[in-house]
């Protein structure tokens, strides 16, 4: 069922019943749309469930010309966009420089500035820690990495992790001698885009946070960040923000949540960072929840995984709930409303979801413990 068939079956089943079939197409449009939004932030679905990969950068200074200043002739460029940060180096010394620009055709990398060492001979490695995710997501479930040389493929499986628990995970691994790599989300390496915990003020609620702690510098400066509620432990994304009242709006809501909670911010989709830096070129594999935009063209068809019609025209139930309510029947609006919840429930328990504490991050046949976390 398409955007435009839900319209048609909305008129339908509205008319048969009320009095006032005058609201606009775009008020209904907008109607559908909420309900697929709730439905979406009902539950992380399997449906919602991708796959995508990219690699980190590892390689070399290339003899194709010299590398001075601010140009740099690498033997690859896999890997590599504007943004980055690259370490190059001798083996004795690590210069750290931003990627301004690349040239695709004989792989000269153009730095944003200088590094102090100003020149760079052929063979001195150039490494990153920093990746950009291929993907849009909502939430990074696991990431495999298997190494791109070599004789065998070593796999490896990152688990999704806060900045806070590698504090608890560094010590941890020292007495277990577990492997050395992790890796965090991000904004950069000099800033990790980290808002400490604050408490909640006046004007918060479930769908929003109000506190003078806020203090980005302009509206929608917190816009998809991950906002963390530790008093309720629920997390959810910063969808606006408005800094003259100094406030975040979010979805999905968090239950309960109300002035006096402690929360944080971090905004750590879009990247990650490795630790220690790599020592050779891995494929990483990402397993996410990815993002679903509004219904817009009328052949979309809702993002609801393969139920048909019978999951597809869900939004359509929501839509009738706030019809009705605004035509006054709320007797019509609430059987609408509970159908549409019971609806969600029933589909809830027919997915087989495997939660994330439940995914088994030790690699088959493996005594250690999985060498990267994310």
């Given at each position: 069922?398409?955007?435009?068939?839900?319209?048609?079956?909305?008129?339908?089943?509205?008319?048969?019943?009320?009095?006032?079939?005058?609201?606009?197409?775009?008020?209904?449009?907008?109607?559908?749309?909420?309900?697929?939004?709730?439905?979406?932030?009902?539950?992380?679905?399997?449906?919602?469930?991708?796959?995508?990969?990219?690699?980190?950068?590892?390689?070399?200074?290339?003899?194709?010309?010299?590398?001075?200043?601010?140009?740099?002739?690498?033997?690859?460029?896999?890997?590599?966009?504007?943004?980055?940060?690259?370490?190059?180096?001798?083996?004795?010394?690590?210069?750290?420089?931003?990627?301004?620009?690349?040239?695709?055709?004989?792989?000269?990398?153009?730095?944003?500035?200088?590094?102090?060492?100003?020149?760079?001979?052929?063979?001195?490695?150039?490494?990153?820690?920093?990746?950009?995710?291929?993907?849009?997501?909502?939430?990074?479930?696991?990431?495999?990495?298997?190494?791109?040389?070599?004789?065998?493929?070593?796999?490896?499986?990152?688990?999704?992790?806060?900045?806070?628990?590698?504090?608890?995970?560094?010590?941890?691994?020292?007495?277990?001698?577990?492997?050395?790599?992790?890796?965090?989300g991000g904004i950069s390496v000099t800033n990790e885009g980290y808002a400490g915990t604050y408490t909640a003020g006046e004007g918060t609620n479930i769908n929003a946070i109000a506190s003078d702690d806020l203090t980005g510098p302009s509206d929608d400066y917190y816009k998809d960040w991950r906002v963390v509620n530790t008093t309720r432990g629920e997390s959810s994304r910063v969808t606006s923000y408005n800094s003259q009242t100094k406030a975040i709006s979010m979805s999905p809501a968090i239950a309960d949540q109300q002035a006096e909670d402690n929360f944080y911010l971090i905004r750590d989709l879009g990247q990650v960072f490795l630790y220690p830096i790599?020592?050779?070129?891995?494929?990483?594999?990402?397993?996410?929840?990815?993002?679903?935009?509004?219904?817009?063209?009328?052949?979309?068809?809702?993002?609801?995984?393969?139920?048909?019609?019978?999951?597809?025209?869900?939004?359509?139930?929501?839509?009738?709930?706030?019809?009705?309510?605004?035509?006054?029947?709320?007797?019509?609006?609430?059987?609408?409303?509970?159908?549409?919840?019971?609806?969600?429930?029933?589909?809830?328990?027919?997915?087989?979801?495997?939660?994330?504490?439940?995914?088994?991050?030790?690699?088959?046949?493996?005594?250690?413990?999985?060498?990267?976390?994310?």
């Amino acid at each position: 069922m398409n955007f435009s068939q839900m319209t048609t079956l909305f008129y339908d089943k509205f008319r048969e019943s009320s009095s006032n079939p005058t609201f606009s197409e775009t008020k209904i449009k907008k109607w559908i749309n909420e309900g697929y939004r709730y439905i979406l932030d009902y539950t992380l679905w399997d449906f919602l469930i991708n796959e995508d990969f990219a690699t980190n950068i590892f390689t070399s200074c290339s003899d194709v010309g010299t590398s001075t200043g601010t140009t740099l002739y690498v033997d690859s460029i896999d890997g590599m966009q504007a943004g980055m940060i690259l370490h190059v180096t001798d083996g004795a010394i690590y210069e750290r420089v931003e990627i301004s620009s690349i040239n695709e055709v004989n792989n000269v990398v153009t730095l944003r500035s200088p590094g102090l060492v100003n020149e760079y001979t052929d063979g001195d490695t150039v490494s990153s820690t920093h990746i950009f995710l291929p993907c849009d997501l909502r939430k990074l479930i696991e990431i495999n990495a298997r190494s791109v040389t070599g004789s065998s493929q070593e796999a490896q499986v990152l688990k999704y992790c806060d900045e806070r628990e590698l504090d608890i995970l560094i010590p941890y691994k020292k007495s277990l001698s577990m492997p050395t790599h992790y890796a965090r989300g991000g904004i950069s390496v000099t800033n990790e885009g980290y808002a400490g915990t604050y408490t909640a003020g006046e004007g918060t609620n479930i769908n929003a946070i109000a506190s003078d702690d806020l203090t980005g510098p302009s509206d929608d400066y917190y816009k998809d960040w991950r906002v963390v509620n530790t008093t309720r432990g629920e997390s959810s994304r910063v969808t606006s923000y408005n800094s003259q009242t100094k406030a975040i709006s979010m979805s999905p809501a968090i239950a309960d949540q109300q002035a006096e909670d402690n929360f944080y911010l971090i905004r750590d989709l879009g990247q990650v960072f490795l630790y220690p830096i790599p020592d050779k070129q891995y494929t990483l594999y990402f397993r996410y929840y990815r993002r679903v935009g509004d219904l817009s063209d009328s052949n979309d068809i809702p993002a609801l995984g393969e139920g048909g019609d019978y999951i597809h025209d869900l939004p359509v139930d929501y839509a009738l709930a706030e019809a009705y309510l605004c035509d006054r029947k709320p007797d019509m609006a609430s059987y609408y409303r509970q159908k549409f919840l019971e609806r969600i429930e029933r589909m809830r328990l027919s997915q087989s979801r495997t939660p994330d504490y439940l995914v088994n991050f030790k690699p088959t046949g493996s005594s250690d413990l999985p060498g990267f976390y994310v």
